[in-house]
């Protein structure tokens, strides 16, 4: 195991008494914190219990009963929130995936709410905004990144954009969708009073433009054109947008976003197979340099930078 | 990159982990930094794995452009070219871990392979595994070298059904060398990758005829795990003899004739209790094990499980 014991000896006149006794205390393992294992045991367990209840609610509502198991869900649900809140003060790292339980438990029992009873009708998928909203007052409650996130993904479920949908929806009407939940995430993020939430829009919207864009490249002609150039310049966006908070993620993939834009606009228009593989071999050689002087660029900035500066 | 330069490169990381955590002042930070200097060109894990793919999709065009006339010249000049530039970039310009140089190595050798005749035996497994081993010895990579121990565990099962007690003989060495304080970092974490992926890799060979003897090889495997992070205190025995054991108990519920809705209750339940019994245990210590926030990689606060409540 590495120790970086001697340096920190050579380094006591610099960092001080008090920090070198403690980092060499970290590096002989005198102080060996369990905080990423107990996280992992707690959110493991979480899912483990959370995936039952959805095995639960597929397989036994007919022996036990619909409405008893949309009831028995709910209450262990309601269980989690209030065990939660109730231990707020003096919460431990279990306490967060016990919040993340009960809320998936929230989306899996009012999923199956209106798949047995339909309460809805046809506007069955109103569900996910319900569940949207849910998530999105508790994360504000409980201060949690974690069901914001699941507040914005059932969010993005009720305006139509889920998994496999990028396939069986027009694409026209995939990148309208997008757009508009990339749009109403900035509007969120815009009236958002919780600093720490401000990334996970952040992220989300971008992604959610970049997929808008990208999701006509595959439409033929010059809608191909115009949707390459529109995901090459919502990149650049996103990746101006990582330099202003200094925040290399968004520049890395804002990045790779414009490369296979710029390529799918290039490879479209080449049928010869040595033509292709030329193309890609310059436009990789010419996609490093750039992102070599990108980075070098990036790396001149100073540290990130708060969401209540940007 | 020698064995000073790669601890220096730890440093600077975690000088700017230990600012952030509030144990540093900036200008103490900025000390360290000025103490221990990087000559080499790095980049964090993220830009090197942008900076990998872009070089492997060129690499490989470059391979299957010239591959259009003859495999041979485009095994030999890709394959070739690659490692030479590759080595300009490391001895002229101190390029180290950019993603790049590892990307051409790697590509370079795969390329050379390919020239070599099929001789369809297993011992084509290890020319693989070497050229992998190859690799990661020159430029220290940790991920290559596991690699090249996962081949060598696919080897032992083609040609003696045993990629189960390979992987775990694998294993075990690294998990006791790791035992061995270290001057590299490189080493360390090849040591750590060794222990923690090849086991798993090795549970895909296991038969179902032989499944109370791997039940028993993971259980001994991971209490050994166990008791080696209890008593020398170190993040990857821990999740080590949680992978190990997680396996032998998956395992052994398989033997069990109860509802798997049930078995997942119970083990989500389990690890739950678990983690609050461990939180109460470890709330308000402050030496041996502890529960202050820490991270196992840098990238943890971005790929974070749920965040701790307010």
């Avoid at chain 1, 798949?115 to 409980?142: E, K, N, P």
């Avoid at chain 1, 309208?176 to 600093?195: D, H």
């Avoid at chain 1, 919502?234 to 834009?261: D, H, K, N, Q, S």
């Avoid at chain 2, 296991?206 to 992070?229: D, H, N, P, S």
Wanted: aromatic fraction near 10%; charge should be neutral; charged fraction near 15%.
């Amino acid at each position: 195991m590495i120790s970086l014991e001697p340096e920190l000896h050579t380094l006591r006149g610099t960092i001080g008494d008090r920090a070198a006794d403690l980092l060499i205390a970290r590096e002989r393992r005198e102080v060996f914190s369990l905080y990423p294992e107990v996280r992992l045991l707690a959110w493991a367990g979480a899912m483990l219990l959370a995936t039952a209840a959805g095995i639960i609610l597929k397989d036994n509502y007919e022996r036990i009963g619909p409405h008893a198991i949309a009831v028995l869900i709910a209450l262990v649900a309601a269980a989690c929130y209030i065990w939660t809140w109730r231990r707020r003060s003096r919460a431990s790292i279990a306490d967060d995936s016990v919040l993340l339980l009960g809320a998936l438990l929230v989306s899996a029992d009012v999923a199956f709410i209106e798949s047995q009873f339909h309460l809805l009708g046809d506007a069955w998928y109103r569900h996910f905004l319900i569940v949207a909203v849910v998530h999105g007052l508790g994360a504000y409650l409980y201060g949690s990144r974690a069901l914001l996130t699941l507040s914005i993904i059932a969010g993005a479920a009720w305006l139509g954009i889920e998994q496999g949908t990028i396939n069986t929806l027009d694409t026209t009407q995939f990148s309208i969708r997008a757009s508009l939940c990339g749009a109403l995430l900035l509007l969120w993020r815009a009236v958002n009073r919780r600093p720490e939430f401000a990334v996970t829009f952040e992220h989300f919207a971008a992604n959610f433009f970049l997929l808008a864009a990208m999701a006509r490249t595959d439409d033929g002609g010059i809608e191909q054109a115009i949707a390459c150039l529109a995901t090459i310049a919502v990149a650049a966006l996103v990746i101006v947008w990582g330099f202003r908070t200094r925040r290399e993620a968004f520049v890395l993939y804002g990045f790779v976003y414009a490369v296979i834009a710029a390529d799918v606009l290039l490879l479209e228009r080449v049928k010869d197979e040595a033509i292709t593989f030329l193309i890609v071999l310059v436009s990789m050689i010419a996609a490093i340099a750039l992102l070599l002087f990108i980075h070098a660029r990036f790396d001149q900035l100073g540290p990130e930078r708060p969401s209540h500066e940007r | 990159m020698n064995a000073e330069h790669e601890r220096a490169w730890l440093l600077r990381g975690r000088a700017a982990a230990w600012h952030k955590e509030g144990l540093l002042d900036g200008a103490a930070e900025q000390a360290i930094l000025a103490a221990h200097p990087q000559p080499w060109r790095v980049y964090g894990l993220l830009a090197q794995l942008v900076f990998f793919v872009l070089t492997c999709v060129g690499a490989g065009a470059c391979y299957f452009f010239f591959a259009l006339g003859s495999d041979t010249f485009a095994g030999l000049f890709t394959g070739v070219g690659a490692i030479a530039l590759a080595e300009l970039l490391i001895r002229a310009k101190r390029w180290w871990a950019t993603g790049v140089e590892a990307a051409l190595w790697i590509a370079g050798m795969l390329s050379l392979i390919s020239t070599l005749p099929s001789s369809g035996k297993p011992e084509a497994l290890l020319v693989l595994a070497a050229a992998f081993a190859v690799a990661g010895g020159r430029l220290r990579q940790p991920l290559f070298g596991t690699i090249a121990a996962g081949i060598v565990v696919h080897y032992f099962e083609e040609r003696s059904d045993l990629g189960v007690l390979a992987a775990l003989t694998i294993a075990a060495l690294a998990m006791v060398a790791l035992l061995r304080t270290w001057r590299r970092v490189s080493t360390e974490w090849l040591l750590i990758l060794t222990t923690l992926v090849v086991p798993i890799a090795g549970r895909f060979y296991a038969g179902a005829e032989w499944r109370k003897t791997t039940i028993a090889l993971y259980a001994a495997f991971g209490t050994l795990a166990l008791v080696l992070a209890l008593v020398k205190r170190h993040h990857a025995w821990f999740l080590t003899a949680a992978a190990a054991l997680t396996i032998a108990v998956v395992d052994a519920a398989r033997t069990i004739p109860a509802p798997l809705e049930a078995k997942l209750a119970a083990g989500g339940a389990f690890l739950l209790a678990l983690s609050f019994l461990v939180s109460s245990i470890l709330r308000n210590r402050t030496s041996g094990f502890v529960l202050t926030p820490a991270t196992l990689t840098d990238f943890d606060d971005d790929l974070r499980l749920p965040p701790p409540s307010p």
